[in-house]
């Protein structure tokens, strides 16, 4: 019986020297990293005093061309992009140029061993109505991004609370985890973001995402970059929620609403692109729905003008039948029928909005 007790005693003790090797063999494990990552980091200063030191000794030294750190044009063809993808909205434009121009030039800085503008990542904040160009200017940073080497391939995925918070217990952090997957080494569009925290309930789903998504941002910022989107007053009171978002998001961006002038070059160009053509007395039709539309609830910018260019299309395509089927018609149909919309073709739009209370919720 003695022996037994001896022998679980001896097993126990086996057990702890066991353990306090392995302990000892992984705090000095522990040292080494410790020891070669100061060391490291002692020679990176050194490298960059040495450098620095050759570049102030001799402070009108070339450090590079613009054209060289734009990276063969890659940069301003993003930019000339934009120009065409996005009518009006030159606030927006001069912005994003701001922005393209102070990442050349933090290019050139870092190259020489200066600090760069901004060390804790480049996510940012795209505020606006709907409508207004915010996704499209994502993904032609995403292109500038990626032609600079911020981002390894400069993809966009868009996500919203849907996409990241779960229905039930245990389920929001895989969505969260695998959004962020899809999106690493390119940029995660969150849109209307202020949506992932609910103020009224404390056991909501999304404070979850939240965490996730600000470490990530903090430990991975190198390999993801975060554009979060929405109303610029909803975005505000998110971030005075989530101190902690706020401080990590550098770069803002407004995106303000278009001018009815734009709004109807959009229409031209939706348009266009689906091969129809405006009649002369369609165009002013186009002006006056924007502008009365615009005043009203829900206006969405480029949104609501495809809404009536899809209407009118739907009108044109009814007119025409109802034409060529009449009674006595001969039935032909021309290609001018088939491609040109007109004036009539907006009179129930207008209709519409002209009859219109301020508070109707309208297409």
Partial sequence: MAGDINSGNYRKLSDAMIRAEKEAKRNEEEKKQREMAEELARQARAKKVAKLNSVMSTPKQTVGSADEFSWDGGVQGALD????????????????????????????????????????????????????????????????FKAMGYCRSGHVVLATRDTLVGQYVGHTGPKTKEVIKQAMGGILFIDEAYYLYNAGNDRDYGVESIEILLKVMEQRSSDLIVIFAGYKDRMDQFFSYIPGMQSRVNLHIDFPDMEPDDLVEVGKLMFNNMEYKLSPDAEPALREYVTLRKDKLFFSNARSVRNAVDLARMSAANRVYEIATAPGATGVITLDDLTEIKKEDFDGLLDLVRNASDDAILA
């Fill in 81 to 144: 992009k934009l120009e065409t993808e996005l009518i009006g909205l030159k606030p927006v434009k001069s912005r994003v140029r701001e922005l393209a121009s102070m990442l050349v030039v933090d290019k050139m800085r870092q190259s020489i061993g200066l600090d760069p503008f901004i060390s804790d990542g480049l996510h940012m904040c795209f505020t606006g109505a709907p409508g207004t160009g915010k996704t499209t200017v994502a993904f032609r940073m995403g292109d500038i």
